[in-house]
């Protein structure tokens, strides 16, 4: 009887344990949107707009758009263009402004720049997933100033400096070279750390990760760049597909249910076994006593 | 009069009430578990869902530390007694606790593979499972080995009683060695863990009704139907030496 | 050294002691075999300097392991065909002293292979093993695995398939030994402070003591009757 109560103390302790351990760990989780075609990590201190399938932050501030989705095209530029005409009413876009690819570690992703007028620009990441492709995409619709966002494969990823792509977009897409700018110095974001430049109508910054380097631009008034250049990063680096590898679990539970199988089928068996030797058991016997 | 005896010691035992209703309520308890992790508890977003092999995995790991702790048990009261039914309830420890000890480890390998990109890894804590799978593949080996019936008991009573060493060896390696990839679930993971997940709330419930099944009811009834195994065994032995014997 | 329990202890050793010097047969035959596993494993491994201060730790104990294995399984075969363990089974001995006796045999002459095997290998590697940090490590190590090994042996004997049976089931159960002493003998090697090891060492001895505590405690029931 005491051993019966010490035992179930001791089942009660593990499950406040254990529904502590979770509780904490719920506590520290990085609150994410959860769709059946991605995650994307929610942008803390953005209006959330996301609906079914399309998740979209807004920072009234800036005025600036972060949007995902998942578009049907032919290629990363059609499937761009598809979304903007859904989301935005755009048609008949320009060519991109910029055009670019990087490997990263899900895949190759397509970084495109379009101009939709005068002050605003569209920055796009997309890659495919299936026979679709995932659109991120960055708006700042603030007339006063124009912000790009470019993620380029570094020349040399030995360096672990952004300056060389800062220069090559700025010569790309402004009529601007790094030198025209001073740097301002370092800020450390969650991210990383973005390396700030500063001109008479520019800003540029710029932070390297893996063998990448974001690139943030803004011509104008200038604005708050780091903080929309680390939210962006932050919603490509954490931006994930949750895997389908569900023949694994059926193999697991498949295999679990075929060893229990098993067991129960050996005690059977050898009770059957031990049945039939009974009955020649019967029988010698029978015969003896004849 | 002889005809009478068999029948009295062997097939005159059907299946206790209380047994049968723990068959029912260990299958039933093992189906809504299932259903439990498979179709009710979320999906990990970072693992997909093999996650959910976690919910035999972890349980069926302990479910044979319940059944070794029993040969354990088992063991040491055979020693001090002298009685058989302790040996038998080791020797059904021992069959059921290396069964879950399997489904622990190959289901770690099936979730190992998409995961880890691996089947296996020679890490300190998948070792120390397999480890404990041989020893008890070896308590068989070497207990098939021995012919006297009253020196079998005796001995495999001791090696049964070792043997637990591998199961501790396995649930506290990781607090050991910390150069593991192994997860802990309960309290921090070892820097270099790869694949473990939140234990959130909805972990937690999915999780518990498994593992106090596969702690109690699955060991408990399966090493009952394997006692009632060992029973009849002896008892055919008994009529088979005592035919021999004239 | 005058109660029956130690007097009973040292009869046992040194009628092993005795019988050994007389044919040096096991002795030696554990030592050639644990230099020829040496030397195996050190062209199965290709040993190269740096390989050999991770490894060196490793090829030792499981050296060591398995040439105790030979000498557990033939003192204790001995004594079973030999019927000496019952004729001691007569006598009012403690179970425990048989269990120490034959406990100190084993682990001396185990010990005895591995005081051979650590100048050896210091020379051939290279790897400074004739530490007194190192020389502890492997008394302890040898000590505890002895102790298991030799309860094991005694149970093994007694099977149908006996000296097949030792290997697999004492490596499982010595892996606790193995894991520790490994960890703590390459960590002396490698020269790291004593912080870093010494909670190997600690463990091994914990190990050690708890094994040989249980031991004796159930060695009774592994003797025949």
Redesign the interface.
């Known amino acids: 009887m005491r051993r019966a109560k010490q035992r179930t103390l001791f089942f009660l302790a593990l499950l406040l344990a254990l529904a502590w351990a979770g509780w904490t760990q719920a506590q520290n989780e990085t609150p994410y949107y959860q769709s059946t075609d991605f995650n994307i990590p929610i942008l803390a201190g953005w209006q959330n707009q996301s609906a079914e399938g399309v998740a979209q932050f807004y920072n009234p501030s800036a005025q600036a758009t972060i949007r995902t989705t998942m578009a049907a095209g032919r290629d990363a530029q059609s499937a761009a263009a598809a979304d903007l005409a859904g989301w935005l009413g755009l048609t008949g876009l320009d060519a991109p402004v910029y055009s670019g690819k990087v490997n990263l570690a899900d895949g190759t992703w397509h970084s495109l720049v379009y101009d939709i007028d005068a002050g605003q620009s569209v920055s796009v990441m997309a890659r495919q997933a299936g026979d679709r492709f995932i659109v991120i995409t960055f708006l700042e619709s603030d007339p006063a100033s124009r912000t790009r966002m470019l993620t380029i494969a570094q020349a040399d990823d030995t360096l672990d400096t952004p300056e060389p792509e800062i220069d090559s977009a700025l010569q790309q897409l402004t009529q601007l070279r790094l030198d025209d700018l001073a740097a301002v110095g370092t800020s450390a974001l969650p991210g990383g750390d973005w390396l700030v430049f500063q001109g008479e109508s520019a800003l540029a910054a710029g932070s390297v990760f893996g063998n990448d380097s974001y690139i943030a631009l803004q011509e104008g008034a200038p604005g708050d760049l780091r903080a929309l250049a680390d939210a962006w990063q932050g919603t490509l680096l954490g931006f994930f597909i949750t895997p389908d590898n569900s023949p694994y679990l059926w193999l697991g539970i498949a295999v679990s249910l075929l060893i229990l199988a098993a067991l129960a089928g050996s005690f059977v068996w050898r009770a059957r076994a031990l049945q039939k030797d009974l009955a020649m058991i019967e029988q010698l016997q029978s015969a003896d006593s004849n | 009069m002889t005809q009478r005896r068999i029948h009295a010691s062997l097939a005159a035992s059907p299946q206790p009430r209380l047994l049968r209703a723990l068959t029912i309520l260990a299958t039933l308890g093992f189906a809504s578990t299932l259903v439990l992790g498979l179709f009710v508890a979320g999906t990990d977003i970072q693992q997909g869902p093999v996650q959910r092999i976690f919910y035999i995995h972890m349980p069926a790991f302990f479910g044979a530390f319940t059944a070794f702790g029993a040969t354990v048990l088992g063991g040491l009261i055979y020693?001090w007694r002298g009685s058989e039914a302790w040996d038998r309830i080791a020797l059904a420890g021992v069959e059921v606790g290396l069964a879950f000890a399997l489904i622990n480890l190959l289901t770690g390998a099936i979730w190992a593979r998409p995961i880890w990109n691996t089947w296996w890894t020679w890490d300190p804590r998948l070792t120390?499972a397999a480890?404990?799978c041989?020893?008890y593949a070896?308590y068989l080996?070497?207990r098939a080995?021995?012919?006297n019936p009253q020196?079998r008991r005796?001995?495999m009573?001791?090696?049964g009683?070792?043997?637990f060493?591998?199961v501790l060896?396995t649930l506290f390696i990781i607090r050991?060695?910390p150069d593991t990839i192994h997860p802990v679930i309960v309290g921090a993971s070892p820097q270099n863990a790869q694949g473990s997940f939140e234990a959130t709330s909805g972990v937690v419930l999915a999780l518990l009704p498994s593992l106090l099944l596969w702690l109690t009811l699955m060991p408990i009834t399966l090493m009952w139907h394997r006692y009632r195994l060992a029973l009849r065994q002896e008892a055919v032995d008994a009529l088979k030496l005592k035919l021999l014997g004239g | 050294m005058k109660s029956p329990f130690a007097a009973a202890v040292r009869a046992i050793v040194s009628k092993d002691l005795r019988a050994e010097w007389r044919s040096r047969e096991l002795v030696s035959a554990m030592a050639l075999f644990a230099l020829l596993s040496v030397l195996v494993f050190s062209f199965a491994l290709e040993l190269d300097k740096n390989a050999r201060e991770e490894a060196i730790s490793g090829v030792l104990w499981v050296s060591l392991i398995f040439a105790s294995l030979l000498g557990f399984n033939r003192s204790l075969s001995l004594e079973h065909d030999q019927g000496s363990l019952d004729a001691l089974l007569l006598t009012p001995v403690s179970r425990s002293a048989i269990f120490l006796g034959k406990l100190l045999g084993n682990f001396m002459f185990t010990l005895l292979v591995a005081l051979v095997l650590l100048p050896l290998m210091t020379a051939l590697y290279g790897v400074q093993l004739l530490d007194s940090w190192a020389l502890l490590t492997t008394i302890v190590g040898v000590f505890g695995f002895s102790a298991?090994g030799t309860?094991?042996a005694t149970?093994?004997v007694?099977?149908?398939?006996r000296e097949a049976?030792l290997p697999?089931?004492l490596l499982?159960?010595c892996?606790?030994f193995l894991?520790t002493a490994v960890r703590a003998t390459k960590g002396i090697v490698s020269g790291a402070p004593q912080s870093e090891w010494q909670v190997w060492l600690q463990?091994l001895a914990a190990i050690t003591i708890i094994y040989l505590v249980?031991c004796l405690l159930?060695y009774r029931?592994?003797l025949?009757e």
């Not at chain 3, 007694?158 to 398939?161: A, M």
């Open positions: 020693l120390s480890v404990m041989l020893t070896a080996m070497l080995g021995i012919e020196r005796r001995l009573s001791v090696y009683i070792f043997a060493v591998s060896l050991i060695v | 298991i309860l094991l149970l093994a007694q099977t149908r398939s049976l697999i089931a499982p159960v892996l606790p894991l463990l249980l159930l029931f592994v025949e």
